[in-house]
């Protein structure tokens, strides 16, 4: 990696070199745009709530040689993504990549996948929050009322996100910040606190691969199948959930101090945090668990089962409260993530009502309109669509998002696009960009298996629409980003 010692042109002079005004608040630092990423990506999120797609695949080895697997590619894209961010710091984020590097019809497309990605990923966390919370604390609603107060809840949570987003991002950093510490402790005090309580530390747990599809009986995670090597590929998904939505550091460029260096900084170290700090925490849970078989049996339930089996009641309830919280305010970031990219589209005239969406409240320097158009939109997705779904759906359209401006930078690297941001790969790029355009297309593939299979109509649907849109209508209308398409 290279950075460069000439200091970057300020802020406000690279956005107008871009072709944009600066409209949004800049408030943000660097710690606090590295909290925005770690806040989605959120290990007590994804970690805890997917932990079963893991365990119930092949057992320990899913958490303590997937994991890593699955993280090491993700800081290639991670890698890749910084580059172009320290570039190109845009509130677009991958759209505006997309479009720069690769023209106006991969950055149309790019901008759309992102945009659903980070609507179902703000559906799949408010859902997953509200069934962990009901299964940690015992008050899952029975009877004919159920899933309407389900529903409640999800869309409830949804909108008081909104509103907090409402009153801008000074409020909203102050959040995410709080957020990002909230993560680091209590990760750091539930894998210690299961660590010391493990009286026997069974190791081979971490490379032991066993069988666990059909499993639990009557809910089973994955159907049953006695290909082992497919089933640990299928284990990857619990990382690959767990380990997205880092693109919102640049979702929030136009709002970051500096946003050349820490942009990239921030995509980078969330990373690396919570795929380091996430899997200790998924082996101590592991290793912690009184026996894989009664784990398995509990499917979505098993954190909970062994965090209460194994801690002192009052830390087991006051870790859970801890996790709600640390979830719901994932789901608080997420929503500024997704705000954000549908304010910078419409900017650029890309959604339908692009002229209210785009509006910038003069008071709180927040696009006020797009945060409340995400949240309904993310409320209703989740009316719906079953969670395993919206999870599997909302992988696969973030990572075609990451794919496709990556892929576009690996064609125009050292051909069109010359210059650099103050943070890059050098001849690294093109090669990691590769892997990371192969890795993408590989989640993709096992994202859309059973029992996710609706997400195969799902995406199909998106790409097919988008198809006879692009073709029938947005092609001739669509003019892109405004500003020069190459340095």
């Not at 770690?38 to 999120?45: F, G, H, R, T, V």
């Not at 695949?57 to 894209?77: D, K, N, R």
């Not at 019809?105 to 179902?120: E, K, P, Q, Y």
């Not at 990373?271 to 082996?283: F, I, N, T």
């Amino acid at each position: 990696m290279d950075s460069s010692p000439e200091p970057p042109p300020d802020d406000e002079r690279l956005l107008r070199s871009l072709g944009y005004t600066q409209e949004l608040s800049r408030r943000m630092g660097g710690f606090s745009n590295f909290a925005i990423s770690l806040s989605i990506i959120c290990i007590l999120a994804g970690g805890i709530t997917s932990f079963q797609v893991g365990l119930c695949s092949v057992g320990g080895a899913s958490i303590g040689i997937g994991w890593p697997l699955v993280c090491l590619f993700s800081m290639t894209v991670a890698l890749t993504m910084g580059q172009v961010a320290s570039a190109f710091p845009t509130a677009g984020g991958l759209y505006h990549w997309g479009s720069i590097l690769g023209g106006r019809a991969c950055g149309w497309v790019t901008a759309w996948f992102n945009l659903a990605g980070l609507i179902t990923v703000l559906a799949a966390i408010n859902a997953g929050t509200y069934d962990f919370t009901t299964a940690a604390f015992g008050v899952t609603p029975d009877g004919a009322h159920a899933q309407a107060i389900r529903t409640g809840v999800v869309v409830a949570m949804t909108l008081s996100q909104g509103m907090l987003n409402h009153y801008g991002i000074r409020l909203t950093t102050r959040l995410t910040d709080l957020s990002g510490w909230l993560i680091l402790g209590i990760t750091a005090v539930l894998t210690t606190a299961l660590a010391a309580t493990t009286h026997h530390f069974e190791w081979s747990r971490l490379w032991t691969f066993t069988n666990y599809s059909g499993l639990p009986e009557g809910g089973a995670i994955f159907p049953r199948q006695g290909n082992i090597p497919w089933l640990f590929a299928l284990g990857f998904l619990f990382p690959a959930y767990t380990i997205t939505g880092f693109d919102a550091s640049a979702h929030t460029s136009e709002e970051t101090l500096d946003a050349a260096r820490n942009v990239p900084r921030g995509i980078i170290r969330s990373v690396w945090v919570s795929s380091l700090l996430g899997w200790l925490m998924a082996c101590a849970i592991l290793l912690a668990m009184p026996s894989i078989p009664e784990g398995v049996a509990k499917g979505a339930d098993v954190v909970q089962w062994v965090l209460k089996s194994t801690l002192w009641p009052g830390l087991a309830w006051g870790l859970l409260a801890g996790i709600v919280v640390a979830q719901y305010l994932c789901g608080l970031a997420a929503l500024t993530s997704s705000s954000r990219m549908t304010y910078a589209f419409a900017r650029d005239g890309g959604l339908p009502c692009s002229a209210g969406l785009r509006r910038v409240n003069p008071r709180t320097g927040s696009p006020s309109v797009a945060v409340w158009t995400s949240a309904v939109l993310a409320a209703l997705f989740t009316l719906s669509v079953p969670y395993t779904t919206i999870a599997a759906a909302c992988v696969i359209f973030m990572y075609i998002s990451y794919v496709l401006p990556v892929a576009a930078g690996f064609f125009a690297h050292g051909r069109t696009w010359r210059r650099m941001g103050p943070w890059h790969l050098g001849s690294f790029y093109r090669p990691l960009a590769v892997v990371a355009t192969l890795g993408c297309l590989f989640l993709i593939v096992i994202g859309m298996q059973p029992p996710n299979e609706q997400a195969i109509w799902i995406v199909g649907g998106a790409v097919g629409l988008l198809l006879v849109v692009w073709f029938g209508l947005e092609r001739k209308r669509f003019k892109g980003p405004p500003g020069p398409i190459l340095y």
